[in-house]
């Protein structure tokens, strides 16, 4: 087939995207398919247009690659493309609406769930630079349960960009101020101890699976953007470790099952399509889940291609097939 890969762009994760472009490019080549990469600049919509490719495979990341934009422009075009469609990126890219999509999900299959998420409050700019919110900075302590220290994040977006632990009061507003020059709206929550997993996850509705959890260790600090670009800031281990999540190999047997539980869960409830990426934090109890990507990374330093490997998948057969599900179908 003649696969479009997009990749580049002009958010914030324009590297990471064509590195991980540059992976996909390679596994789909590899796989026999003709390849055309496209940055998305004003000639794109031309381009697609005259090159009428078979398929399209969406490397792009943060804004405009996984906040709908370009999968409501791949939708009016009418081409087929790997992903999400635009109405479920709409939802994903707000971090704030996992607990609604959760409660949702479990109203209608009358499932009881095992995914949780970390209490927090969500504050848009427009309300620091025209409606005092700075003024009420002091209240976060008593509006987060558990107090500090808290997470500050963007809203919108990934690759841990704007992310900060705070300590205390003193240090809140200048992570606030670095959030919001990623993002227009800052969530602040609770920081969540415990063993950090990324879930990798290929399929769609019920037919969708988990991949091995990996198992995130920061040689320092925790795992930031500058520990994402830097492969000696960071160790993975695929599958988890059982000794992380229990003494015991049965019950770490059956808190590995319940995390895989709590990302198809998450995945699920959003209605994400052929791939995706649901991070969490195993605070000893339960499954913490903060983050859905519905365009991991793929790059050498990426989650999902680890995982990928523990469960004994090529980067070049799981890019194939995805392509190959998407060939033919509607763009919607």
């Not at 996992?98 to 769930?113: F, N, P, Q, V, W």
């Not at 991991?296 to 989650?303: A, E, N, Q, V, Y």
């Amino acid at each position: 087939m003649k696969v479009a890969v997009l990749m580049g762009g002009n958010s914030f994760e324009r590297e990471f995207s064509l590195a991980s472009g540059k992976n996909i490019c390679a596994a789909l080549e590899e796989a026999g398919h003709k390849v055309v990469p496209l940055d998305t600049n004003d000639a794109l919509v031309p381009t697609l247009r005259s090159e009428r490719p078979d398929v399209v495979y969406n490397a792009l990341h943060g804004k405009h690659g996984e906040d709908g934009t370009i999968q409501s422009l791949l939708e009016f075009l009418g081409l087929p493309f790997v992903g999400s469609p635009a109405s479920v990126c709409h939802r994903t890219w707000n971090k704030d609406s996992l607990h609604s999509s959760l409660a949702k999900y479990r109203d209608i299959t009358g499932e009881e769930g095992v995914a949780s998420w970390p209490q927090g409050v969500y504050i848009a700019r427009d309300a620091f630079k025209s409606m005092g919110a700075a003024t009420a900075l002091d209240l976060v302590g008593e509006r987060v349960i558990g107090g500090y220290p808290v997470c500050v994040k963007p809203a919108h977006g990934g690759s841990a960009l704007g992310v900060h632990r705070v300590d205390n009061p003193d240090d809140l507003g200048e992570a606030v101020l670095d959030a919001l020059s990623y993002d227009d709206a800052v969530n602040i929550e609770q920081w969540v101890e415990g063993v950090e997993l990324s879930v990798a996850i290929l399929g769609t509705g019920w037919d969708a699976h988990a991949l091995p959890p990996v198992e995130i260790v920061a040689r320092e600090g925790f795992f930031d953007a500058e520990a994402r670009m830097h492969e000696d800031r960071v160790e993975f281990f695929c599958p988890v470790r059982m000794a992380s999540l229990a003494a015991d190999e049965s019950d770490a047997q059956a808190i590995r099952a319940e995390i895989e539980r709590a990302a198809l869960e998450v995945y699920r409830s959003y209605g994400v399509r052929d791939l995706g990426r649901v991070d969490m934090i195993w605070d000893g109890s339960q499954a913490r889940c903060f983050e859905l990507d519905v365009s991991p990374g793929m790059t050498d330093h990426s989650l999902f291609p680890v995982a990928c490997r523990a469960a004994g998948l090529t980067l070049t057969g799981v890019v194939d097939a995805l392509v190959t599900a998407a060939e033919g179908r509607t763009a919607f």
